[in-house]
């Protein structure tokens, strides 16, 4: 079946600790896109990965796409509370008409002050 | 304008009613998806409009009617919901099917 797993599940962390979130998929990806959800919030979209062992920053987030295109990583360099929240990759899986969007399992960050 | 906006923000129905979540974009995206978002879960898809016309149903219970009137307007009907589904109801919209969506802040149902 359509699977995209994430580990960890829970990540706690101190404040100014790096943090890193993997994602896998059961199979290959057209691409990637990862989202933030914060405590009792919806998610929101932060980038999408297309090409083979693509690499993209956004500040202190590093986004990276595997060789093969199933599997990506989000690494957050010196974490600040303002991370906390889960983080979730997502996939295009084929749904006859048109592609659906599958999330992973998710990773909730915590970060202690 | 860069929102998708849902009404209400809450609900809380018995089993016997009938409500609407609405849900609102002004971008010019052509899909828009519905998604339900158990505590501690990652958000499951329900269905996708594609131009206006519903284009995936995820093996959705029927107690779950879905509209989309035009290319800006969502809604999702319910009728006889089960206390199982209660649930963060969150609508999205996108460019594409393969660019990132844009998610509403969600309906949280409670059905007692």
Not at chain 1, 19 to 37: A, D, G, P, R, V
Not at chain 1, 74 to 83: E, G, N
Request: contains cysteine; glycine residues 8%; charged residues 15%.
């Amino acid at each position: 079946g359509q699977q995209v797993m994430q580990i960890p599940q829970y990540q706690h962390v101190q404040e100014g600790e790096d943090f890193t979130t993997y994602c896998n998929s059961s199979t290959t990806l057209s691409n990637i896109q990862w989202y933030k959800q914060r405590p009792g919030g919806h998610p929101v979209f932060l980038i999408q990965l297309v090409k083979s062992g693509e690499v993209k920053k956004q500040k202190r987030l590093t986004f990276q796409f595997g060789e093969a295109k199933k599997n990506s990583s989000l690494h957050i360099t010196a974490t600040q509370t303002t991370d906390v929240g889960t983080y979730f990759c997502a996939g295009p899986f084929y749904g006859g008409a048109t592609n659906k969007l599958i999330f992973g399992t998710g990773t909730l960050l915590a970060v202690q002050p | 304008d860069t929102e998708v906006t849902q009404t209400p923000k809450h609900l809380v129905m018995g089993m016997t009613n009938k409500k609407s979540l609405k849900c609102e974009q002004h971008m010019g995206h052509r899909a828009m998806y519905w998604y339900k978002q158990k505590a501690k879960k990652p958000p499951e898809l329900m269905f996708v409009y594609s131009y206006e016309k519903l284009s995936i149903n995820e093996s959705v219970p029927s107690r779950f009617s879905p509209e989309c009137p035009n290319s800006s307007l969502l809604n999702l009907h319910l009728h006889a919901l089960q206390p199982e589904d209660s649930a963060l109801y969150l609508c999205a919209s996108s460019q594409s099917e393969r660019a990132g969506y844009t998610f509403g802040s969600g309906t949280r149902l409670t059905v007692v």
